[in-house]
């Protein structure tokens, strides 16, 4: 901890103390990560929080239990393939299951504009119910606040999700391995691709679906054939990129992909490549990250493989010595560049 | 449950389809009551959601956790005793003790406006660090969006809080008896007073501050000495009147109170006498209502007036078998009136 600065809250750099928030520090990229380091952090520090973890794990008596939060303000409420509600509930029973846990309730906030209709309210609470059912969770509490017309938009929601950590399972950023394998549970970029389409903002139509989905029945399979896997991420905001690179950081090694085995839908793609956009930079919300032993990654495959939502899981890559905190990318034509994390913000809102 | 309407939602009775959210809808009142029982409820339905208690009492391994969740969007962001980092870590630590639990755990949802400064929430983030610290709470996970200008009002947080409830613990708005005695922890009106002056809406100065305050402690004092105490519940949102009346209604119960020792300081009297407001309706947000055993009241008082938040505990009234579902006050002038729950809204975001 260092000096409290004039405002009494403690600061371990000097910030630019009239400097504002802008859009770059929502985006899970390199403006977010200086907003934790530098605020938050300092302010709360404590061991759960200092972990740098999706959530965070709580000794309660009997064991322990993962804990985790996520506001939600993606625009428009609607999308192809799913809304607010939904990745309301998935997005924060996912952030649980990446920490081995198995996601059991769920609290709801919900901040409401004046003039949202009723009728927009129960398709969304609607589709809250059904990522509940399929994932298995209760929502067991909420709160309704409402703002007064042009202070919000529509609704936005922050959920906090609860688990309980089954005895002797340890999952974390931190314990990733030289020699592990990088297993990518499905194609890339479908959910900020989709919002964006949603938007009206790419000038034609597309077919892209957002893969806002729970992905805690899958992660249960995978922890059924396997103890040895080290770390689950899903690479929501910042994508792959960022996701891999906070990973690297956390647990002091180099990551290694290949380009090749990274999948990116057709259609996906042409929007990046139309755009400039990098895919490993776009929001998932149905995909995950898995760092486990290598002997393993052959066995933890084949039964995603059996779920719904691992199909298409294969090995992207793998955990290395050398260079320490770095993500290298093998590309398709045979050259190696450094992934770094995202750097402002390219795609404001998307979750 | 019932029929799915047209959206597939479930509603147990036919809601106007048009209809739109207003503010009232925020209030803590019967408005705010109705979107819970008619959109929320019959969605989300489980036992730890019907039970109506201000958070959710959950099994976990070893034992019970008890959470609670609160949205906080109150206007202006700092009011005279407080602010809104300092009030979102006190009413969701209060909401968690109102439960029986020792409050342990804050998660934390930021949704931050574009533009706003980082001084503005430097300051907040060190009030609710200095909060959590007073309670005993660690933050221990936390997320931050950010939203366009104009899509927010400065920054809006959500808090969910976890406790243990110690074993043996049962405390719930569903146990009151008749014969308790009514206790209520000290004057009323203070919050909500202070946050409409701080918006330059009386036309005049005051020195009214808001009460809010951690409770935790005060509650631990309380249950120290008595087994016996069957319901604790903090007046905020809808004040005094509204939480009694949802007490009366979850129990089953008759509750009448004596006006005369219902504490008002003067100058939330005269505000309200000015403005036609009734202080039984104005929000607190470091004050408690506790129905206990009436053989218990003398020596929980005793101990209430030994803690910081306590010192002016006092006996306001008794739960009674009839008239169930209701609440009379007999006022100083010797009638008796029915107090019913908050109608509208008449202080919005005001927490």
């Known amino acids: 901890m260092s000096n409290p600065d004039i405002n009494g809250a403690y600061c371990p750099v000097p910030l630019p ?19 934790i380091s530098k605020i938050f952090l300092p302010a709360f520090d404590n061991p759960a929080l200092r972990a740098g973890d999706d959530g965070a794990v709580l000794d309660v008596p009997g064991g322990q239990i993962a804990v985790s939060v996520d506001s939600h303000v993606v ?3 609607f999308f192809p393939g799913s809304d607010i509600g939904h990745l309301a509930v998935c997005g924060t029973v996912n952030d649980v ?29 609607s589709s809250m119910k ?10 067991v509490c909420g709160d309704t606040k409402v ?15 609860l688990g309980i950590i089954p005895p002797g399972i340890s999952i974390s950023g931190t314990l990733a391995k030289p020699g592990d394998a990088v297993i990518l549970s499905g194609p890339i970029g479908d959910h900020g691709i989709s919002v964006l389409a949603a938007r009206g903002e790419l000038g034609f139509e597309t077919d892209i679906q957002s893969d806002s989905a729970p992905l805690n029945h899958l992660v249960a399979a995978m922890m059924s054939v396997s ?22 950081a956390q647990s002091q090694v180099g990551i290694i992909l290949n380009e090749s085995d990274i999948q990116v839908r057709p259609a996906v793609a042409a929007v990046c490549e139309m755009l400039g956009f990098d895919p490993l930079y776009i929001a998932n919300e149905g995909k995950l990250l898995a760092i486990i032993a290598k002997e393993d990654a052959s066995k933890v495959i084949s039964i995603m493989k059996e779920t719904k939502y691992g199909e298409e899981a294969r090995i992207i890559g793998e955990v290395t010595t050398n260079p320490r905190n770095r993500v290298l990318l093998k590309t398709e034509i045979g050259s190696t560049r450094v992934v770094d994390v995202l750097m402002g913000e390219m795609l404001p809102r998307i979750c």
Request: hydrophobic share 40%; aromatic share 4%.
């Open 75 to 77: 625009s428009p409420l």
């Open 17 to 35: 103390h009239n400097d504002q928030i802008v859009l770059g520090h929502g985006s899970g990229g390199k403006m977010a990560a200086d907003l």
């Open 130 to 139: 059904a990522a509940a059912n399929e994932a298995g969770v209760q929502i």
């Open 97 to 125: 299951a990446m920490m081995g846990a198995r996601p059991l309730y769920l609290t709801a906030g919900f901040i409401l504009e004046e003039g949202l209709t009723l009728d927009t309210l129960i398709r969304i609470v």
């Open 227 to 248: 103890p040895n896997i080290h770390v689950l991420r899903d690479p929501t905001r910042g994508g792959v990129a960022t996701t891999l690179n906070e990973i690297a």
């Open 147 to 161: 703002v007064q017309r042009g202070k919000g938009d529509g609704l936005y929601i922050t959920t906090t999700g």
